[in-house]
């Protein structure tokens, strides 16, 4: 396989947090030449430690308000939501984002893991969105296409999407978490897979990595944590909007390696109690983005995703006010960010794929 | 995870074969307690060796006209898609079916992977075809739902289809094949997934175990090898068919685990000339397979199967006449199907699923 670019001057990580990041010790070998956004939550009056010779830029909610005035109001406040605005204000063409708690894991072999360089292959490689490939992704090291695969899709769908899993810790809902409060994540999985068109996931923020020009927009992790009657499903509401959005611009969503090393499960009884009108929503959440059908007119994110605001008040609006609020503040975010990133002067976005008939 | 039941006396083996099964005395101490049905293709007159101590029947042509009369056009001559006579003739359950060139493979430890008991696994537990979970099978040790993945899909479908792997020689197409002579599969990932709903994928019938009453009438290899303009797409057409019929009857597939070990790769020069008509077809074959759906009042394997065919016959008919032939075949199939498997008295087929809203 190819040598890829290691993106020193395209990607930014951005970390949302509320203490300080010893955390990046571990990954200085791996993240010291990156820039670094980093999200502070909470009292802004706080200081968080950074260790020396990181390179970063650091965010607390007074410069969320300072930068965005009014708008501000779209930004989640008291929930690690809040990192999207590290998505928001970055001018870079990749992200990389990742929890404080998370740190670097070993493969079987002992080796380190540098999540961050499987992030890079995965998202610099196409997807394959369109029919399934049984020996997984077909553009590893040592594989390839299996009989049967159509010719004509061999070349895959830009990747827009990369989603890591953990070791250790596992992302459970706080009932599996009360249930089995000490199962743990031994099994590693030594695969990238694409996630099929038409299939929702969870996608979980802790280890994410995308390509900002091509679903950017997307990447708003909603209205959470603070005055809010919902937490824990800030990634859930990114990834159900992206996915589908994907799915629509044809583009490929990566899910598998790499894993990183969760080490801390945070308290179930808190976390019951910020899910549990998610859980239930979730019943109808998910039938209304699985029978999404975007307009062809849109062919640009931030069409798709305002169609979808639209959506989200017409159809969910009914089941609870908050999601009539949760419209509106899809657009203050479409809003904002085409504020903070003007389109340049020759923008041309195509949905049109030529060896792809739309199955909607 | 509980103990699961052996199936002793609910699964069969089918063997295609053309010569003496020596291959059977590696697989000896997992397969000896089951049923072997032995397909024999090609001239009738050669005696097959089957190892002692082994419970088997065998099948050779003369057998096969004997048994459907002639019904017997429908199964293929001198190619291995002869395999699907031998599900026809069981009267079990589950079948797994294995090529003579297959052997028991290692897990990275270096323990024997008895591939029959994964299988086993797979079939016993269920499928999660409408949402993606993605720390793949909830089902497996250690293992579960992640968080966001909706409470009501959590039971899962029936399996009907489990599919396995191989370590060592992958199953390339006579072009990856002659592009790659040296390419190994020695990536083993340790997962079993289960593919969404409307998603395709290209069945290999090396290592593949199903539920007979579930899907059995679905297991047609088609119409392939001596007097056909076509060969290598005998499993790749079951898996066509039979993943639309179990989108449609919700019933689900897995792929992955467990691995067998290839041992040999096939003349890819062979393997073109037998290809070649398929590698163009597929590519309408795909998306006519992509964009069908099936009436509502097809509630059994059958209903739909005989549907499916009418359906071959007027949109892939146009393309060669062999696809009008093949639709005869289909419905020819299961009327021997049913003839061979009379339906019990009161059979009740039901496509609903209480928490399921079709998506079609």
């Known amino acids: 396989m190819a040598q890829l670019r290691d993106l020193k001057d395209e990607l930014d990580i951005v970390i949302p947090t509320i203490r300080n990041l010893d955390f990046l010790e571990?990954?200085?070998?791996?993240?010291?030449?990156?820039?670094?956004?980093?999200?502070?939550?909470?009292?802004?009056?706080?200081?968080?430690?950074?260790?020396?010779?990181?390179?970063?830029?650091?965010?607390n909610r007074n410069d969320v308000?300072?930068?965005?005035?009014?708008?501000?109001?779209?930004i989640s406040f008291k929930d690690s939501a809040c990192r999207c605005f590290g998505f928001l204000v970055s001018k870079k063409k990749y992200i990389f984002t990742i929890d404080d708690d998370c740190f670097v894991a070993k493969e079987p072999s002992g080796k380190e893991i540098n999540a961050l360089e499987q992030h890079i292959r995965n998202l610099l490689t196409p997807s394959t969105p369109l029919f399934f490939n049984t020996l997984y992704d077909p553009f590893a090291n040592g594989s390839d296409f299996v009989r049967g695969y159509p010719f004509s899709l061999r070349e895959g769908?830009?990747?827009?999407?990369?989603?890591?899993?953990?070791?250790?810790?596992?992302?459970?809902?706080?009932?599996?978490?009360?249930?089995?409060?000490?199962?743990?994540?031994?099994?590693?999985?030594?695969?990238?897979?694409?996630?099929?068109?038409?299939?929702?996931?969870?996608?979980?923020?802790?280890?994410?990595?995308?390509?900002?020009?091509?679903?950017?927009?997307?990447?708003?992790?909603?209205?959470?944590?603070?005055?809010?009657?919902?937490?824990?499903?800030?990634?859930?509401?990114?990834?159900?909007?992206?996915?589908?959005?994907?799915?629509?611009l044809l583009l490929g969503v990566k899910t598998g390696l790499p894993y990183i090393w969760h080490s801390k499960a945070s308290n179930p009884f808190v976390n019951l109690k910020k899910e549990y009108k998610g859980i239930y929503w979730q019943e109808d959440i998910i039938p209304f983005f699985q029978s999404i059908v975007l307009r062809e007119e849109c062919t640009s994110v931030q069409d798709c995703y305002i169609e979808l605001a639209n959506k989200v008040k017409e159809r969910l609006g009914p089941i609870d006010p908050y999601f009539e609020k949760l419209g509106d503040a899809m657009v203050t975010w479409i809003?904002?960010?085409?504020?903070?990133?003007?389109?340049?002067?020759?923008?041309?976005?195509?949905?049109?794929?030529?060896?792809?008939?739309?199955?909607?």
């Open 335 to 360: 809003e904002a960010w085409n504020e903070l990133n003007p389109p340049p002067p020759a923008q041309t976005a195509t949905v049109a794929h030529p060896n792809v008939a739309m199955k909607n």
């Open 157 to 248: 769908l830009p990747t827009a999407i990369s989603h890591g899993l953990w070791l250790n810790i596992p992302d459970y809902d706080a009932p599996t978490q009360l249930v089995k409060p000490r199962e743990r994540n031994t099994r590693y999985v030594d695969a990238v897979m694409t996630i099929p068109r038409g299939t929702l996931f969870p996608m979980c923020g802790m280890n994410l990595a995308f390509d900002r020009e091509l679903i950017g927009p997307a990447m708003y992790f909603g209205l959470m944590g603070d005055g809010q009657p919902i937490g824990r499903y800030d990634d859930m509401w990114a990834g159900w909007c992206a996915k589908v959005i994907c799915d629509h």
């Open 26 to 59: 571990m990954w200085r070998p791996f993240f010291q030449p990156y820039h670094l956004i980093i999200v502070q939550d909470g009292d802004p009056s706080n200081t968080i430690g950074v260790p020396e010779g990181f390179d970063y830029e650091l965010y």
């Open 65 to 74: 308000n300072r930068v965005l005035g009014p708008k501000a109001s779209c």
